[in-house]
């Protein structure tokens, strides 16, 4: 069901019109009164020079990101980083528009539960979701399977699981499309809303709730269960029978969606087709239901946010470089996710998540841009520069390949010599993973300076993504990597143009995030807008 319902999205049989209620009432999605004029540009005598950060703890990350740093033309506003002329959101009040409505009891539980579930601790945290532990684990046991509501929910939706308490028709264009069924008066859907209660009552009350379940195969799978019926019905109700609805109800469905992958996220028997739990889901459909609420929501609420952040916001602070890419990506670089001005992604804004690894549409998604890679490429190769540790970033982009194209090797790139150790055999054997223990480098000249280092890697014929996040992590302040590593590639047409697909984390100056760094949130922003107005497919990660 999942895969017709991801077609349905790609062929627009599922959309939100642009007439909907809920877009023409969305207002300015900027966030605060940015839509009322055009922001006003800073003159060079408005920006000062700023003193330089704090140095990093770690001497060796402090050397290492200068002379990355030093590769960064100097120029008056990024001398002036900390100018608070570029600083885009000063407060919550100007972060992008907020449409998940917490003020409600329900949605505030769901966005703690959901918060703890994309919090390190919990996805770095790995079990056996295939065979059940909880009769040997006292730890590990469901209380909440002695609930006669969840037997009865578990009783309807097992014969139901490939299908959702839906039915796949061939609509008048002779395509599949699923709808919920009638025969069972939605008895499903109402079961599933009763266990999400359940959760909301015993897991949704602080942030750490979900600490309960993180042990159990079964409360994981009985939770993701109910939330993948909840939003497959939400989403149907949005996108297919176009259904009033408020931009809350459709945030809503995506957390649920994200929800229920990051619950089998930490599965270590598969590789996200197995079925998992005694629920038999499958990561790979719940990736794919959060696939088909990205791509809606980018062609929907995405792109007036897209249409008001070119009116009103100039990109007036480019990088000072000319782009070398791969042209042929060009016509998909301003349809990918949008870039928000906090540089922050969609679930830092709906759900205040810190770091969250899911809410991204690969190139892959674009069905002629697939069709090219799997004709032409030899090989598909994830390079993550960064990866600190295997179910963090490297696991979740090598499953969000999963519904679409998945890639056929990984190169690890990570200093510390305990990453190889967690990376489960079923992915080192379908992956091709390859560590690399060591300290990227930028404008070093060594044999590690990633201008040597990613030739050496994958070669023209090789279907590229490469993911740059290197910082020392509990310190967010001093220089950075990414900075000099962009202008070192971009401006490298050998380089530049073996990479098809590029992630990266640009740290800057940001009082809200307490970062002290060189750079500022304009030039962050205009740096990701300009490398896509050039054809370059770049996601501000995470």
Same mark, same amino acid.
């Given at each position: 069901?999942? *895969?017709?319902?991801?077609?349905?999205? #790609?062929?627009?049989?599922?959309?939100?019109?642009?007439?909907?209620?809920?877009?023409?009432?969305?207002?300015?999605?900027?966030?605060?009164?940015?839509? %009322?004029?055009?922001?006003?540009?800073?003159?060079?005598?408005?920006?000062?020079?700023?003193?330089?950060?704090? /140095?990093?703890?770690?001497?060796?990350?402090?050397?290492?990101?200068?002379?990355?740093?030093?590769?960064?033309?100097?120029?008056?506003?990024?001398?002036?980083?900390?100018?608070?002329? $570029?600083?885009?959101?000063?407060?919550?009040?100007?972060?992008?528009? =907020?449409?998940?409505?917490?003020?409600?009891?329900?949605?505030?539980?769901? =966005?703690?539960?959901?918060?703890?579930?994309?919090?390190?601790?919990?996805?770095?945290?790995?079990?056996?979701?295939?065979?059940?532990?909880?009769?040997?684990?006292?730890?590990?046991?469901?209380? +909440?399977?002695?609930?006669?509501?969840?037997?009865?929910?578990?009783?309807?939706?097992?014969?139901?699981?490939?299908? @959702?308490?839906?039915?796949?028709?061939?609509?008048?264009?002779?395509?599949?499309?699923? /709808?919920? /069924?009638? =025969?069972?008066?939605? !008895?499903?859907?109402?079961? &599933? $809303?009763?266990?999400?209660?359940?959760?909301?009552?015993?897991? *949704?009350?602080?942030?750490?709730?979900?600490?309960?379940?993180?042990?159990?195969?079964?409360?994981?799978?009985?939770?993701?269960?109910?939330? @993948?019926?909840?939003?497959?019905?939400?989403?149907?109700?949005?996108?297919?029978?176009?259904?009033?609805?408020?931009?809350?109800?459709? &945030?809503?469905?995506?957390?649920?969606?994200?929800?229920?992958?990051?619950?089998?996220?930490?599965?270590?028997?598969?590789?996200?087709?197995?079925?998992?739990?005694?629920?038999?889901?499958?990561?790979?459909?719940?990736?794919?239901?959060?696939?088909?609420?990205?791509?809606?929501?980018?062609?929907?609420?995405?792109?007036?946010?897209?249409?008001?952040?070119? !009116?009103?916001?100039?990109?007036?602070?480019?990088?000072?470089?000319?782009?070398?890419?791969?042209?042929?990506?060009?016509?998909?670089?301003?349809?990918?996710?949008?870039?928000?001005?906090?540089?922050?992604?969609?679930?830092?804004?709906?759900?205040?998540?810190?770091?969250?690894?899911?809410?991204?549409?690969?190139?892959?998604?674009?069905? %002629?841009?697939?069709?090219?890679?799997?004709?032409?490429?030899?090989?598909?190769?994830?390079?993550?520069?960064?990866?600190?540790?295997?179910?963090?970033?490297?696991?979740?982009?090598?499953?969000?390949?999963?519904?679409?194209?998945?890639?056929?090797?990984?190169?690890?790139?990570?200093? #510390?010599?305990?990453?190889?150790?967690?990376?489960?055999?079923?992915?080192?054997?379908?992956?091709?993973?390859?560590?690399?223990?060591?300290? &990227?480098?930028?404008?070093?000249?060594?044999?590690?300076?990633?201008?040597?280092?990613?030739? @050496?890697?994958?070669?023209?014929?090789?279907?590229?993504?490469?993911?740059?996040?290197?910082?020392?992590?509990?310190? &967010?302040?001093?220089?950075?990597?990414?900075? *000099?590593?962009?202008?070192?590639? @971009?401006?490298?047409?050998?380089?530049?143009?073996?990479?098809?697909?590029?992630?990266?984390?640009?740290?800057?100056?940001?009082?809200? $995030?307490?970062?002290?760094?060189?750079? /500022?949130?304009?030039?962050?922003?205009?740096?990701?807008?300009?490398?896509?107005?050039?054809?370059?497919? +770049?996601?501000?990660?995470?």
């Amino acid at each position: 069901a999942m *895969g017709v319902v991801l077609c349905s999205v #790609e062929d627009r049989i599922w959309k939100i019109p642009s007439m909907s209620n809920a877009l023409i009432a969305a207002g300015c999605l900027l966030g605060g009164r940015r839509c %009322e004029m055009v922001m006003k540009v800073p003159t060079m005598s408005e920006v000062p020079p700023s003193p330089p950060p704090k /140095s990093a703890k770690n001497k060796m990350y402090q050397e290492l990101a200068m002379k990355a740093e030093k590769v960064v033309p100097k120029i008056w506003w990024r001398d002036g980083f900390a100018s608070d002329y $570029l600083l885009l959101s000063h407060n919550d009040s100007e972060l992008p528009k =907020k449409h998940f409505e917490t003020s409600s009891l329900a949605n505030k539980k769901l =966005k703690n539960i959901y918060q703890c579930v994309t919090r390190q601790q919990f996805i770095r945290k790995t079990l056996d979701l295939a065979h059940d532990s909880s009769s040997s684990d006292s730890k590990a046991k469901c209380s +909440v399977m002695d609930q006669p509501m969840l037997k009865q929910f578990l009783d309807l939706f097992i014969p139901e699981s490939e299908l @959702m308490g839906g039915s796949l028709e061939t609509n008048t264009e002779g395509r599949k499309v699923w /709808s919920p /069924s009638k =025969k069972d008066n939605g !008895k499903l859907l109402l079961a &599933a $809303l009763d266990v999400l209660d359940y959760f909301y009552v015993h897991s *949704g009350g602080i942030w750490t709730g979900c600490f309960k379940l993180d042990k159990s195969s079964e409360c994981r799978g009985a939770l993701a269960a109910a939330s @993948m019926v909840i939003s497959t019905h939400v989403l149907h109700d949005i996108a297919a029978k176009n259904k009033s609805f408020t931009e809350s109800q459709f &945030a809503r469905g995506y957390i649920l969606a994200s929800l229920g992958r990051g619950l089998l996220h930490g599965d270590t028997s598969g590789t996200g087709s197995q079925v998992l739990t005694k629920w038999k889901l499958r990561l790979a459909d719940l990736i794919a239901l959060q696939s088909a609420y990205l791509r809606v929501y980018i062609d929907s609420f995405g792109a007036l946010y897209n249409s008001q952040l070119n !009116k009103y916001i100039p990109l007036a602070f480019p990088p000072s470089f000319t782009v070398h890419s791969k042209q042929q990506w060009r016509q998909y670089s301003q349809s990918l996710e949008p870039v928000y001005t906090s540089l922050r992604n969609w679930m830092f804004t709906e759900a205040g998540c810190l770091i969250d690894f899911g809410p991204y549409l690969p190139l892959v998604a674009f069905p %002629e841009a697939r069709r090219i890679i799997q004709a032409t490429a030899k090989r598909r190769v994830l390079i993550d520069v960064g990866a600190n540790g295997f179910f963090a970033s490297p696991k979740y982009l090598l499953d969000s390949y999963i519904p679409y194209l998945p890639f056929t090797h990984a190169i690890m790139i990570e200093p #510390e010599p305990h990453f190889s150790a967690t990376i489960p055999k079923s992915y080192s054997d379908r992956y091709n993973i390859t560590f690399q223990q060591i300290y &990227a480098e930028v404008a070093t000249g060594s044999d590690t300076d990633m201008l040597k280092l990613i030739p @050496m890697l994958v070669n023209k014929d090789d279907f590229v993504v490469l993911k740059f996040d290197v910082d020392p992590n509990r310190y &967010a302040y001093g220089p950075t990597m990414e900075w *000099g590593f962009l202008f070192s590639i @971009m401006q490298n047409p050998s380089i530049a143009q073996l990479l098809d697909e590029v992630y990266i984390e640009l740290h800057f100056n940001f009082p809200t $995030l307490y970062w002290d760094h060189y750079h /500022s949130n304009w030039e962050a922003l205009d740096c990701i807008r300009y490398l896509r107005s050039q054809g370059v497919i +770049v996601h501000a990660w995470p």
